[in-house]
């Protein structure tokens, strides 16, 4: 079992709609979780962080965390053509520095 | 400027060849990590390092191998071992909960 798992999609939207996106773990001990978004050819970038359970959210970006199922998605409102890229989930394990990544969902948004 | 450095960014290997790729940072960060990501894939974990004079191996170590003499610095060596060397590899670093900061990144390809 991967320590961190994401539909690989591509997950098409319209411009204008909210894209969601999930990310499941397998290690309960995980403390803090992360949404990077990469552009073909390019390193990430930081969208996101959360570490408690609810809802997060920063501009058109709201991240959501539930512990108890072992899940984190983010919601993209109001999309844009320019959203469209890969949005990688990343986890750190418990008290050690792993930090792990998922296979990343290719979203594309259709203007 | 602080930041993360990687060079060179285009990096060719004779089959046979062991290379070296660079990884700086001046960021006081103390964990270093270095990825691997093949096309339309995740980032996998090669090794990390969470302090100087220590690093433990990621999920992918085998036919690599790293450094860590100085907090700045986080050399990764791709040997003649890694039968598929080619990939885009990222270094990144972080400081206690917050998130990974990542370098451009060095493509390699076997020639």
């Known amino acids: 079992q991967k320590e961190v798992e994401q539909n690989s999609g591509p997950l098409s939207v319209p411009e204008g709609a909210i894209a969601s996106l999930n990310c499941t773990y397998s290690?309960?001990?995980?403390?803090?979780f992360f949404w990077y978004r990469q552009y073909s050819g390019k390193s990430p970038e930081l969208i996101m962080f959360?570490?408690?359970?609810g809802d997060k959210e920063d501009g058109r970006f709201t991240a959501q965390l539930n512990k108890a199922s072992q899940y984190v998605s983010l919601l993209i409102r109001d999309s844009q053509p320019s959203d469209s890229a890969t949005y990688l989930c990343?986890?750190?394990?418990?008290?050690?520095?792993?930090?792990?990544f998922g296979s990343g969902t290719k979203l594309n948004v259709k203007p | 400027d602080g930041g993360i450095t990687q060079s060179p960014k285009y990096l060719f290997r004779k089959e046979g060849q062991n290379v070296t790729l660079s990884c700086e940072q001046n960021?006081?960060?103390?964990?270093m990590y270095w990825y691997r990501q093949d096309p339309g894939q995740g980032l996998r974990l090669i090794y990390y390092?969470?302090?100087?004079?220590?690093?433990q191996k990621g999920d992918i170590a085998e036919g690599y191998s790293v450094s860590r003499e100085k907090k700045e610095s986080f050399p990764l060596t791709v040997t003649s071992a890694q039968k598929n060397p080619t990939a885009f590899y990222l270094c990144?670093?972080?400081?206690?909960?917050?998130?990974?900061?990542f370098g451009q990144g060095t493509r390699l390809t076997v020639v």
């Open positions: 990144a670093s972080k400081q206690g909960p917050t998130e990974a900061f």
């Open positions: 290690d309960r001990g995980s403390q803090s």
């Open positions: 959360i570490y408690s359970n």
């Open positions: 990343a986890v750190r394990l418990g008290n050690f520095n792993k930090f792990y």
């Open positions: 960021l006081n960060h103390d964990a």
């Open positions: 390092s969470q302090i100087v004079n220590d690093f």
